[in-house]
């Protein structure tokens, strides 16, 4: 059997506040592993008020589209990451590919 030396109090204790934090920014577990600690989370895309931001658009002189396309790039997608400690105890965190 194997043994993760690579897993200690200190690591745990950093990924699980990660964890919580993402939680609480919306994202939501889809996959989880004990053994090897790595959980997989998504947060799904959000709609954005088209006419809204074109009235407030049209009433700023268009200073407000930049905002508005803002908006759009970064709410209208779905966001999947990776949270994990690899082989030397380090937590990172990376972008997952989705369908």
């Known amino acids: 059997m194997e043994s993760y030396q690579f897993i200690n109090d200190k690591n745990i204790h950093q990924f699980e506040k990660m964890l919580?934090?993402?939680?609480?920014?919306?994202?939501?577990?889809?996959?989880?592993?004990?053994?090897?600690p790595y959980v997989v989370?998504?947060?799904?895309?959000?709609?954005?008020?088209?006419?809204?931001?074109?009235?407030?658009?049209?009433?700023?002189?268009?200073?407000?589209?930049?905002?508005?396309i803002y908006f759009t790039v970064t709410y209208s997608q779905k966001k999947n990451i990776l949270v994990a400690v690899d082989e030397d105890g380090n937590l990172f965190e990376d972008k997952c590919l989705s369908k």
């Open 20 to 36: 919580s934090t993402r939680i609480r920014n919306g994202f939501v577990i889809v996959e989880h592993d004990e053994k090897l």
């Open 41 to 68: 989370l998504s947060k799904e895309k959000k709609a954005i008020n088209h006419p809204f931001h074109f009235l407030i658009t049209f009433m700023t002189l268009g200073l407000w589209a930049f905002v508005w």
